[in-house]
């Protein structure tokens, strides 16, 4: 899970534009740019995690989320979100994609608000639960797997996550692709690219997640009241 310095993209990552334009129109871009070949790093993610292997990404970011100043500057809440139980639905394979025997399934789910851990000054008040455009499965020929953004979190229901929330210039909600494991309590723990983790190590680590890691969303509070926006 190893993140790239905010200032400069890590191969096979890019920056859009800094839009508000949230994370539902990266997810699109990002989708069409791995079915048509143009992403470098597309792999099975596993790392030693319980679960299935999920393929996984190299994504596209609309601006930089790895620090806590990346949070306050491009962010309007830092919140603790869960899938509402049974509002997962499975997407159905686009029917440009039918012709070319590989694609994405889509899938959407509601999101839950359980805490705000930090609001921009004058943003809109956090919603208690946003309708959410995920990746859902790769299908190739007869088979499909899980997909997943690399090193991130697919958003399953039963687990926790700690995320940055944006409201977009469509007037969406949606959280920024990078969000941290949050099961138990604990940053780094649950689940990331569709396998659960312990979080029991931080060395790949960087940024907010790694001066985090092991904390409560207290501390991550605390990080982001103490953060500067960059200018």
């Not at 994370?23 to 790093?41: I, K, P, Q």
């Not at 455009?133 to 088979?143: A, I, M, T, V």
């Not at 920024?176 to 680590?205: F, I, K, N, Q």
Request: charged residues 25%; proline residues 6%.
């Amino acid at each position: 899970m190893s993140r790239a310095k905010s200032d400069q993209p890590a191969a096979g990552r890019r920056w859009l534009p800094a839009t508000r334009r949230g994370r539902l129109t990266v997810l699109a871009v990002a989708v069409a740019a791995v079915a048509g070949g143009t992403f470098a790093g597309v792999a099975t993610a596993n790392g030693g995690h319980e679960g299935p292997s999920a393929v996984a990404a190299n994504m596209s970011e609309a601006f930089p989320t790895l620090t806590a100043s990346d949070w306050v500057t491009h962010g309007d809440h830092a919140v603790v979100i869960e899938m509402v139980p049974g509002s997962e639905r499975r997407g159905a394979v686009p029917e440009d994609e039918k012709d070319n025997g590989e694609g994405h399934i889509p899938r959407t789910a509601t999101l839950k608000v359980d805490q705000v851990l930090w609001s921009k000054p004058g943003a809109e008040a956090a919603p208690e639960t946003y309708p959410a455009e995920l990746l859902g499965w790769w299908w190739e020929g007869s088979g499909e797997r899980e997909f997943a953004w690399q090193g991130e979190p697919r958003y399953e229901e039963g687990h926790k996550y700690i995320a940055l929330l944006v409201k977009g210039d469509d007037g969406k909600w949606g959280t920024t692709m990078h969000a941290m494991p949050y099961d138990d309590g604990t940053v780094g723990t649950g689940e990331s690219a569709g396998r659960t983790g312990t979080g029991e190590s931080a060395g790949a680590l960087a940024g907010l997640e790694k001066e985090a890691h092991g904390k409560n969303a207290t501390a991550v509070r605390q990080l982001l009241d103490t953060a500067l926006p960059t200018k």
